[in-house]
């Protein structure tokens, strides 16, 4: 069966896939930051002809119901159909993700079927004091307590030495490693006194040979 938008493109539907389903195997994109679970109602179309087995509508309105509006994730073609798509529902703005259209980002990824898996983590640790009987050094006490933690291969650059003994200090032997993950060996990029496990950001760039995507 067909669906054609108000685009004039027509793509293929199924009564067992879900109208958001069958846009996004044809590279249609619609906002679904509940993961299709029809709760955030960001997947909004609109039906101008045909006939839907729509499962939920609870986050329309009763204007958008009487304007033929119904969720994507949860409307399943019946037969040939016709829809539109309202301008506040694509994913993609001129090719690009439209983040800011989600609160949630993670929600978003994940409802894209995006799987996350970091290359660098943070990780809290907290040292020992040192004591009469405890006085190794500070890296030794670092070292220790990572390979406590079972992160034993993790390379500690020469620039961090410097500074480590201050940083260790300054909030009672509290630190945040940020780690990033290898196949030989794991490496500290950055230590931080304190509790500073949320806060990290990052920033990736696909430098293809046509496209820069960030
Ligand atoms: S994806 Fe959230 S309501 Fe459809």
Same mark, same amino acid.
Request: a positive charge; proline letters at 4%; charged letters at 25%.
């Given at each position: ?14 009564? !067992? #896939? ?8 044809? =590279? ?6 509940? =993961? +299709? ?10 039906i101008r002809s045909g006939e839907i087995n729509a499962r939920s509508a609870i986050k329309l309105t009763h ?7 119904? %969720? ?18 694509? %994913? ?9 259209? +989600?609160? !949630?980002?993670?929600? %978003?990824?994940?409802?894209? *079927? ?18 009469? #009987?405890?006085?190794? +050094? ?11 933690? *079972? ?12 500074? %480590?003994?201050?940083?260790?200090r300054k909030n009672k032997w509290e630190i945040t490693l940020s780690v990033i993950y290898s196949e030989d060996?794991?490496?500290?990029? #950055?230590?931080?006194?304190? !509790? ?9 760039? !696909?430098?293809?040979?046509?496209t820069l995507v960030v």
């Amino acid at each position: 069966m067909k669906i054609s938008l108000s685009s004039g493109k027509i793509i293929t539907g199924s009564p !067992d #896939n879900s109208i958001l389903e069958s846009l996004k195997n044809e =590279g249609v994109f619609l906002t679904s930051s509940c =993961g +299709s679970k029809g709760t955030c109602g960001k997947c909004k179309i609109v039906i101008r002809s045909g006939e839907i087995n729509a499962r939920s509508a609870i986050k329309l309105t009763h204007e958008e119901l009487k304007k033929n509006y119904a %969720l994507a994730c949860q409307s399943f073609p019946l037969g040939d159909i016709s829809i539109e798509i309202p301008k506040e529902s694509p %994913l993609t703005l001129e090719g690009r993700i439209a983040t800011g259209r +989600s609160k !949630d980002l993670q929600a %978003l990824l994940h409802s894209a *079927g995006v799987k996350i898996e970091p290359l660098t983590e943070r990780i809290v640790l907290h040292l020992p004091t040192p004591s009469l #009987n405890d006085n190794i +050094s500070d890296l030794e006490r670092l070292k220790r307590e990572l390979v406590s933690k *079972g992160l034993g291969c993790l390379r500690v650059p020469f620039r961090f030495l410097t500074g %480590l003994a201050e940083k260790v200090r300054k909030n009672k032997w509290e630190i945040t490693l940020s780690v990033i993950y290898s196949e030989d060996c794991n490496e500290i990029t #950055n230590i931080f006194p304190g !509790d500073k496990k949320s806060k990290q950001y990052g920033i990736a760039i !696909d430098i293809g040979t046509t496209t820069l995507v960030v």
